[in-house]
């Protein structure tokens, strides 16, 4: 699959410190092989998933139709979940 990561998202990662960056760039590496290696998110996030990566969370949809990973969020652990 793909991974795509939204404007949003793109700004976030685009702020945090490049080793956070090169980090994060592992774990889509993973998403990409295997999109449901991370946790399934219920309640108002129902249909998302969650991927760590100390301290942060990449908050992604799968889109089955499109065979892509969707990655609407890059966010500290705190305020993740936030909408």
């Known amino acids: ?3 795509v990561l939204s404007k949003n998202a793109t700004k976030q990662f685009n702020r945090l410190p490049k ?3 090169s980090k994060i760039r592992k ?3 993973i998403l ?3 999109p449901y290696s991370g ?3 219920s309640g108002n996030l129902n249909g998302l998933f969650s991927f760590k990566t100390w301290p942060f969370r990449i908050i ?3 889109n089955k139709k499109k ?4 990655v609407s969020k890059i ?4 305020g993740a979940y936030r909408n």
């Open 75 to 78: 966010a500290h652990r705190q």
């Open 67 to 70: 065979k892509r990973v969707e």
């Open 60 to 62: 992604y949809e799968i």
């Open 1 to 3: 699959m793909d991974v």
């Open 27 to 29: 774990k889509l590496i």
């Open 32 to 34: 990409k092989e295997d």
């Open 19 to 21: 080793t956070e960056q």
């Open 39 to 41: 946790k399934q998110l």
